[in-house]
């Protein structure tokens, strides 16, 4: 069987020179896939735009219509971390159908892996921290909506809290949340998701592995989704600029491995998407997050 990865070109557009959000990473992470024996592991699929209405299940009509419209106020940009262009909108909506056809393939073969997605700030009415539209949740209401599904556990494992994502589904008897996160970390303000883990600064490969282990398999048998949503944020790592954790690149592998393994053995279906991870060193970066696609490979 071949691994579905799921990557558009138009994942990585033009931006400032010195921004912090590394926006070529997810052309990086294509070439360092490609250079690699998993590139012949794997079923290429090009994504779709999301359209409005799959955004409009999770986002309300005043915050697509500026977002979609460019009349975001400065504020709300600033929030955002982005100005806002027309070519911000389309890699966004690419961004977004990567992660739903995701979850479409996952669902047709067991495992299926984005190439970018994890866009877990973004509210019902507003972007934040560089997440404009929650791919999670719009993917997540797409699934439920069209039945293919009855209940979803998202395991969302940034270094951030899905803030967005809980409370988009804090009323939402089908979905799941659970975030393992740094405790002193973005955002702030923290929500309420049904499990959350908050971590010290500090925390290594031993201990966050423990705590995982610990919370992973009960939420399958309690809860037993139909399909899980994974966020493989890297922002995890002990070099990362925005982390202030300390997992390793082996212990990236270790917790990928872990969490789709666990799953597969449970025969419940994973979508995958990369999540955080920000380091200014393009190719450590991309070698990160290509650990969650190499450690899915080892589970064909």
Same mark, same amino acid.
């Given at each position: 069987?071949?691994?579905?990865?799921?990557?558009?070109?138009?994942?990585?557009?033009?931006?400032?020179?010195?921004?912090?959000?590394?926006?070529?990473?997810?052309?990086?992470?294509?070439?360092?896939?490609?250079?690699?024996?998993?590139?012949?592991?794997?079923?290429?699929?090009?994504?779709?735009?999301?359209?409005?209405?799959?955004?409009?299940?999770?986002?309300?009509?005043?915050?697509?219509?500026?977002?979609?419209?460019?009349?975001?106020?400065?504020?709300?940009?600033?929030?955002?971390?982005?100005?806002?262009?027309?070519?911000?909108?389309?890699?966004?909506?690419?961004?977004?159908?990567?992660?739903?056809?995701?979850?479409?393939?996952?669902?047709?073969?067991?495992?299926?892996?984005?190439?970018? &997605?994890?866009?877990?700030? =973004? *509210?019902?009415?507003? /972007?934040?921290?560089?997440?404009?539209?929650? $791919?999670?949740?719009?993917? #997540?209401?797409?699934?439920?909506?069209?039945?293919?599904?009855?209940?979803?556990?998202?395991?969302?494992?940034?270094?951030?809290?899905?803030?967005?994502?809980?409370?988009?589904?804090?009323?939402?008897?089908?979905?799941?949340?659970?975030?393992?996160?740094?405790?002193?970390?973005?955002?702030?303000?923290?929500?309420?998701?049904?499990?959350?883990?908050?971590?010290?600064?500090?925390?290594?490969?031993?201990?966050?592995?423990?705590?995982?282990?610990?919370?992973?398999?009960?939420?399958?048998?309690?809860?037993?989704?139909?399909?899980?949503?994974?966020?493989?944020?890297?922002?995890?790592?002990?070099?990362?600029?925005?982390?202030?954790?300390?997992?390793?690149?082996?212990?990236?592998?270790?917790?990928?491995?872990?969490?789709? &393994?666990?799953?597969?053995? =449970? *025969?419940?279906?994973? /979508?995958?998407?990369?999540?955080?991870?920000? $380091?200014?060193?393009?190719? #450590?970066?991309?070698?990160?997050?290509?650990?969650?696609?190499?450690?899915?490979?080892?589970?064909?």
């Amino acid at each position: 069987m071949l691994l579905p990865l799921i990557h558009h070109s138009g994942y990585t557009i033009e931006m400032p020179p010195r921004h912090p959000f590394p926006m070529a990473k997810f052309r990086v992470l294509r070439e360092t896939l490609a250079a690699e024996k998993l590139e012949h592991l794997a079923e290429w699929i090009t994504p779709q735009p999301a359209s409005e209405a799959s955004l409009a299940r999770v986002h309300t009509a005043d915050y697509l219509h500026a977002f979609l419209g460019g009349t975001l106020n400065e504020s709300a940009q600033r929030r955002s971390g982005f100005r806002w262009s027309e070519s911000l909108v389309a890699r966004t909506l690419l961004e977004v159908g990567g992660t739903q056809a995701s979850v479409e393939a996952a669902l047709d073969t067991g495992l299926a892996c984005n190439t970018a &997605g994890g866009t877990h700030h =973004a *509210h019902a009415d507003a /972007a934040s921290g560089y997440c404009l539209i929650n $791919d999670l949740a719009v993917a #997540a209401a797409h699934a439920l909506d069209r039945r293919w599904v009855k209940r979803i556990l998202i395991v969302d494992l940034d270094v951030h809290q899905g803030d967005g994502t809980a409370r988009l589904f804090r009323n939402d008897q089908r979905v799941f949340t659970f975030s393992m996160h740094g405790a002193e970390n973005f955002p702030a303000r923290k929500q309420h998701s049904d499990l959350d883990i908050a971590l010290p600064r500090g925390t290594g490969n031993l201990d966050y592995l423990a705590r995982l282990r610990a919370s992973l398999p009960p939420l399958l048998v309690q809860f037993a989704p139909d399909l899980v949503l994974y966020d493989a944020g890297v922002d995890v790592h002990a070099d990362d600029r925005l982390g202030h954790l300390a997992l390793c690149d082996d212990g990236l592998f270790a917790r990928d491995h872990y969490v789709l &393994g666990t799953c597969r053995d =449970a *025969h419940i279906p994973v /979508a995958a998407v990369i999540g955080g991870g920000y $380091d200014r060193d393009l190719e #450590a970066l991309a070698n990160r997050h290509a650990q969650l696609h190499r450690a899915a490979s080892t589970l064909l």
